[in-house]
């Protein structure tokens, strides 16, 4: 289990690199060859590794000791994102493509960015999480990704779920008993998890087990999630109170609810 809150002697530090970074760093050497000084420039996307995905540890009189470094289970996780159709070298969904185009998406877009500026102070709290909800055809999607994105980059291991897609499979395998907890323990445990498209599509009481079973475990684990979800609160704590109340609680800081209007729909402007 992960450590809960610190809460109140909070020592936190917000570091300024907002949206630049890629984690790139380029080291430059002076070489002096035949005379001239010559500029070597070197960049690693993993300053730990050098790029090689592994660590090697010193050892007396031993083989130096090999271990995996962290960037390559980042890598690990961009690979899944890639299988749920989401390129997140290359993804369009970022937030300076996101189109504003009225108050409302405005708004969603300040709401997501201040999210992500705040996250570092904010993640082992109660409320760490951030809700995207209502008007279909609003960006919810496109700005939990982007956010997602944002978060990958800095190295926070953010899952995707695809709320219809992942249920399905899971209740597809309910019976086997070590892959149903092996599925349920990646979406409970990880970093953060991105559920897109929350309660999309027919729901039942095994649909809101599975839910409860993975919101609960963050939510007793402070556990950030980023939701998008066509349903407002009041809806989604109609389906389920338990799950509701728990995703409000988590998201109340953050919570964009976009009504439907047709000027809220992108789609149809
Ligand atoms: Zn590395």
New binding site residues.
């Given amino acids: 289990m992960k450590k809960s809150s610190s809460e109140g002697n909070s020592t936190h530090i917000y570091s300024m690199d907002k949206f630049a970074g890629k984690g790139e760093r380029s080291e430059s050497l002076i070489h002096n060859s035949g005379g001239r000084n010559k500029r070597v420039k070197f960049s690693y996307k993993?300053d730990?590794?050098?790029?090689?995905?592994w660590?090697l540890i010193p050892q007396e009189h031993m083989q130096p000791l090999a271990i995996a470094?962290?960037?390559?289970k980042a890598k690990k996780l961009k690979s899944e994102w890639k299988t749920s159709g989401i390129n997140t070298e290359m993804s369009t969904q970022t937030f300076s493509n996101f189109q504003v185009w009225n108050r409302s998406s405005k708004l969603a877009k300040d709401v997501a960015i201040t999210f992500y500026n705040d996250f570092n102070n904010i993640r082992d709290n109660k409320q760490n999480s951030i809700l995207f909800c209502g008007q279909v055809g609003s960006g919810k999607t496109h700005l939990s990704v982007a956010l997602a994105i944002n978060l990958l980059d800095k190295k926070i291991k953010v899952v995707y779920m695809s709320y219809r897609d992942v249920i399905t499979k899971i209740k597809r395998n309910m019976l086997d008993d070590e892959y149903y907890t092996k599925m349920l323990s990646k979406y409970q445990t990880c970093d953060v998890l991105l559920i897109d498209d929350l309660f999309k599509g027919k729901i039942n009481e095994s649909d809101i087990n599975i839910m409860f079973e993975i919101i609960n475990y963050r939510y007793l684990n402070h556990l950030p999630v980023i939701i998008s979800s066509e349903f407002t609160v009041d809806r989604l704590l109609y389906f389920d109170e338990g799950i509701g109340s728990r995703i409000y609680e988590m998201c109340k800081d953050y919570i964009v609810q976009i009504e439907k209007e047709q000027g809220n729909n992108y789609r149809l402007r």
């Fill in positions: 993993c730990v590794c050098h790029d090689t995905g660590i470094c962290e960037c390559t």
